[in-house]
């Protein structure tokens, strides 16, 4: 089975790939989603910056942090971001071209990948659901920081969701003969069955519960007193693991399905 060649970055770097390499890249990007976690619990919940909606010059409504996201998206489009296929953009409808030349990325997904788009979903999941979940209530004013902090939590799942397209397409290229008869039925429910693997899920729970514990913890010199055995963590890793249970391994197993019913398109 071929291999791809994967970047520092841990991003595809070839038109060939093996479940295996994608699998590392998946392991690599949790270490990226514990710290954009981390990260974003030093601000408080900060909600005017994502609930409040002001008229801008150009007529639209939108909150700061919607407005910093669109305008962060149409710079980064412009140094080619949205030319790497692990890349999805939430707002960008016309993805403006790069101003300088960019990396031609060898065409690993099929041409359809670019339709699988669930960044609205993300976006919904993220500010409603899981926001609350690991940041402390209150606003510090602090708005422009966090939509920084937000955005590098929303890319790094985004990107963590999306990849569902590179794992799919590697599954149906080790078995067409499995999956061609589910794709042209449309069957939704017999795709999740072959794509999933609930060793693998398991394994990822346990190790992004290892990793917030790890990278998480609150370090004390040693002459600090108190009782050592009161371990506290930045975010809660039983909480880490519950945001992968429940929200970012279905996603992505969501996105394998949406790519796999346009496969043969
Ligand atoms: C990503 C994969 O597909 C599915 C989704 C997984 C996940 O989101 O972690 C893990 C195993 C599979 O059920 C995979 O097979 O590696």
Known sequence: MARVVESDSGSVGSNVLSLDSIRESLIRQEDTIVFSLIERAKFPLNSPAFEEYRYLDSGNSSSLTEFFVREI???????????????????????PHSVFPTHKYPPALHPKALSV???????????????????????????????????????????????????????????????????????????????????????????????????????????????ESEKKYKVDPLLVSRIYREWLIPLTKLVEVEYLLRRLD
């Open 73 to 95: 998206e149409t710079i980064q489009a412009k140094v080619g971001r949205y030319d790497n296929p692990e890349e999805n953009p939430f707002f960008l409808e016309n993805i």
């Open 117 to 227: 788009n669930i960044n609205k979903r993300i976006w919904d999941v993220y500010f409603k659901e899981l926001l609350p979940l690991f940041v402390k209530p209150g606003d510090d004013g602090n708005y422009p920081s966090t939509a920084a902090s937000d955005l590098a939590c929303l890319q790094a799942l985004s990107k963590r969701i999306h990849y569902g397209k590179f794992v799919a397409e590697v599954k149906f290229r080790d078995a067409p003969q499995d999956y061609e008869p589910a794709i042209r039925a449309q069957d939704t429910e017999a795709l999740m069955k072959l794509l999933t693997f609930e060793k693998v899920e398991e394994m990822v729970k346990k190790r992004v519960q290892k990793k917030a514990e790890t990278f998480g913890q609150e370090v004390k010199c040693i002459t600090d007193s108190g009782d």
